[in-house]
């Protein structure tokens, strides 16, 4: 079984997604707000039916001048999580864009999708229909949760429940697999994780005296000539 996984969180500018990743990962919550203008990575192991996952959890931009960038550290996920802000409809009906954008640059048969309506504990000042979330949901048919990123458990239900729903899957595959049973999708599926691998390894050689790290990352742009490398501003793991 594939154990890493690329896990990816979109949506728009401060609704929180760096937020609860901090808290996934470090426990942590900041109450002040520096825009992300990069894609940062994250590591966390997680422990699920005595399968350790090693999930590496990118925080994407929220401007929409960064889609460009965005739209590169989407591809190969295996895991993505829509995440809107209660207390703000502009937020939520831009959610529709973003679950699009991922199943343009990934295969909608084999990406897992969650949507979160975070920022819970301002319950008070929610502006978005819960009723409506529940409808997108259904539509989308993905799961629904309510996120606060002060309260890590809301966001460990997360990420559990959806990398059970990606064992399950790859339980499935492993089956197909075995059984000789490969559809189209599976065959796909594993041409990407092959050439994710290939284009890792030529990355990895061409940074290979490069002192870069996890922190200020560098990848080729559509041409494959120009680098482009992007500054993190905050501290990731
Ligand atoms: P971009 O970097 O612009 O993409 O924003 P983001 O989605 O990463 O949002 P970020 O995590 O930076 O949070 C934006 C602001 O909302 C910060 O001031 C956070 O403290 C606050 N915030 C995030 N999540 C919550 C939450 O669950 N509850 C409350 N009360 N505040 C939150």
Redesign the pocket.
């Known amino acids: 079984m594939n154990t890493k996984l690329k896990v990816i969180?979109v949506?728009?500018?401060?609704?929180?997604?760096?937020?609860?990743?901090?808290q996934f990962v470090k426990q942590t919550?900041?109450?002040?707000?520096?825009?992300?203008?990069s894609a940062d990575k994250y590591k966390k192991e997680i422990e699920i039916d005595d399968i350790t996952l090693n999930l590496e959890i990118w925080?994407?931009?929220?401007?929409e001048i960064y889609a460009s960038i965005n739209k590169i550290f989407m591809k190969n996920s295996n895991i993505a999580i829509l995440?809107y802000?209660i207390t703000s409809q502009e937020s939520f009906l831009k959610l529709d864009n973003w679950f699009q954008q991922i199943i343009d640059i990934n295969n909608k048969n084999n990406i897992i999708i969650g949507m979160c309506g975070?920022?819970?504990?301002?319950f008070e000042k929610e502006k978005v229909n819960k009723d409506d979330a529940k409808k997108f949901a259904l539509d989308k048919k993905i799961p629904f949760f309510e996120?606060?990123?002060?309260?890590y458990q809301s966001i460990f239900n997360v990420f559990n429940q959806l990398c059970k729903e990606y064992i399950k899957k790859e339980k499935e595959l492993q089956k197909r697999i075995i059984n000789n049973q490969l559809d189209i999708n599976d065959t796909e599926l594993i041409a990407n994780r092959n050439n994710r691998k290939k284009s890792l390894y030529i990355h990895s050689n061409k940074n290979h005296n490069n002192s870069s790290n996890d922190n200020n990352d560098s990848l080729n742009n559509s041409n494959g000539n120009n680098n482009i490398n992007i500054k993190k501003k905050k501290n990731c793991c």
């Not at 728009?12 to 901090?22: A, C, F, Y």
């Not at 975070?118 to 301002?122: A, M, P, R």
């Open positions: 969180l949506g728009d500018g401060r609704v929180g997604k760096t937020s609860l990743i901090n919550f900041k109450t002040d707000y520096i825009m992300n203008t925080d994407t931009i929220g401007q995440v802000d975070n920022k819970s504990d301002l996120t606060s990123a002060k309260d």
